[in-house]
């Protein structure tokens, strides 16, 4: 955990210039399709996920919890942004022995038709921009760290990330992540640490993007078993840190259905939107092994809407295995 902590700050410590993490910050790196959330379920509770994601969604969230995947999981998300901006993505993950976990992703984000003008403001055609990222990742039980009073999982994530605008760059990261189990007389609680983005951004022209490097530091508990809470703390290379929370609430429907209500709080966006803009819910089924999961976010000043639908499907462990399920 040291090491993983003393390699987490050298990493960040290396690009960042006077004006990084802070709001000075804000436009000076490329690439922010990186930053789109995948997972209804972690946007509902207001991206304060870090800690508890255990699907193949972690590619994303923290590479960490796909250690918690115990046969086989697959999830796919669609949103809708403003301005006619759709992006989706799917990944995959499959358990390959008793502590590690394969998982790999797609991502796509079509901003749609735009209008191309010369230096005129004369009409030359339209273009279109989109984003696309195909990622690797791999979660590992670490049970040389873990013992009855703790459990410890490390993930890894590499990414290719290709945009065309008018015209054409590729971009090169990867993400590092931990999660560490706690048990405690009466509950459990987590704790979590994650870099994400750390690479070689896209190049345009003649310069170098710096990619959104950001740490996440994240925790969850159940003080009632139906009860989630989570919380995070965010530092993105390119803009002031900012923090989340959130909130899920399970029932049991019948014997096979089961439904989940959630709300989070994220102040990323509280300066350029409004206080509206920071509340996101949202709910879920779970039918069997099959998922059904929306998440709605006002977009505050926008004066939008923006809703996420996801759907995943997780195959349970078939026999007791030496790390706890979630």
């Given at each position: 955990?040291?090491?993983?902590?003393?390699a987490?700050?050298?990493?960040?410590?290396?690009?960042?210039?006077?004006?990084?993490f802070?709001?000075?910050?804000?436009?000076?790196?490329g690439?922010?399709?990186?930053?789109f959330?995948?997972?209804?379920?972690?946007?509902?509770?207001g991206?304060?996920?870090s800690?508890?994601?255990n699907?193949?969604?972690?590619?994303?969230?923290?590479?960490?919890?796909l250690a918690?995947?115990?046969?086989f999981?697959?999830?796919?998300?669609?949103?809708?942004?403003?301005?006619?901006?759709?992006?989706?993505?799917?990944?995959?993950?499959?358990?390959?022995?008793?502590t590690?976990?394969?998982?790999?992703?797609?991502?796509?984000?079509?901003?749609g038709?735009?209008?191309?003008?010369?230096?005129?403001?004369?009409?030359?055609?339209?273009?279109?921009?989109?984003s696309?990222?195909?990622?690797?990742?791999?979660?590992?039980?670490?049970?040389?760290?873990?013992?009855s009073?703790?459990?410890?999982?490390?993930?890894?994530?590499?990414k290719?990330?290709?945009?065309?605008?008018?015209?054409?760059?590729?971009?090169?990261?990867?993400?590092?992540?931990?999660?560490?189990?706690?048990?405690?007389?009466?509950?459990?609680?987590?704790?979590?640490?994650?870099?994400?983005?750390v690479?070689?951004?896209?190049?345009?022209?003649?310069t170098?993007?710096?990619?959104?490097?950001?740490?996440?530091f994240?925790?969850?508990?159940?003080?009632?078993?139906?009860?989630?809470?989570?919380?995070?703390?965010?530092?993105?290379?390119?803009?002031?840190?900012?923090?989340?929370?959130?909130?899920?609430?399970?029932?049991?429907?019948?014997?096979?259905?089961k439904?989940?209500?959630?709300?989070?709080?994220?102040?990323?966006?509280?300066?350029?939107?409004?206080?509206?803009?920071?509340?996101?819910?949202?709910?879920?089924?779970?039918?069997?092994?099959?998922?059904?999961?929306?998440?709605?976010?006002?977009a505050?000043?926008?004066?939008?809407?923006?809703?996420?639908i996801?759907?995943?499907?997780?195959?349970?462990?078939?026999?007791?295995?030496?790390?706890?399920?979630?």
């Open positions: 955990m040291r090491a993983f902590i003393a987490a700050a050298a990493l960040l410590c290396l690009p960042a210039g006077a004006s990084d802070g709001r000075a910050a804000a436009g000076t790196s690439s922010e399709f990186l930053l959330d995948t997972s209804a379920r972690g946007i509902a509770m991206g304060a996920y800690a508890a994601t699907d193949a969604s972690s590619l994303y969230w923290n590479p960490a919890g918690q995947v115990p046969r999981s697959a999830t796919m998300l669609h949103a809708q942004y403003v301005a006619d901006i759709t992006y989706n993505a799917a990944s995959v993950a499959k358990r390959v022995n008793d590690s976990v394969l998982a790999a992703g797609l991502r796509y984000l079509d901003v038709a735009i209008t191309r003008t010369d230096i005129n403001g004369l009409s030359d055609g339209e273009f279109h921009p989109r696309y990222l195909a990622e690797l990742g791999w979660g590992q039980s670490i049970y040389d760290l873990s013992d009073e703790v459990d410890v999982a490390m993930g890894a994530t590499v290719y990330l290709h945009t065309d605008l008018i015209e054409h760059a590729d971009a090169y990261g990867g993400d590092l992540g931990v999660i560490s189990r706690f048990y405690g007389t009466s509950q459990t609680y987590d704790v979590s640490m994650a870099i994400q983005n690479g070689a951004g896209q190049k345009f022209d003649q170098r993007d710096t990619l959104p490097t950001r740490l996440r994240g925790g969850g508990a159940r003080p009632l078993k139906p009860l989630l809470l989570t919380i995070e703390a965010i530092a993105p290379i390119n803009n002031s840190p900012h923090g989340a929370a959130g909130m899920e609430y399970s029932v049991d429907i019948q014997k096979s259905l439904g989940a209500v959630r709300a989070g709080l994220n102040s990323m966006t509280y300066d350029s939107l409004g206080m509206s803009s920071i509340i996101n819910f949202g709910f879920g089924l779970q039918a069997s092994d099959l998922s059904f999961d929306y998440a709605f976010s006002p505050g000043a926008l004066g939008a809407q923006i809703h996420r996801s759907i995943s499907y997780n195959l349970p462990a078939k026999v007791s295995r030496r790390y706890r399920e979630r």
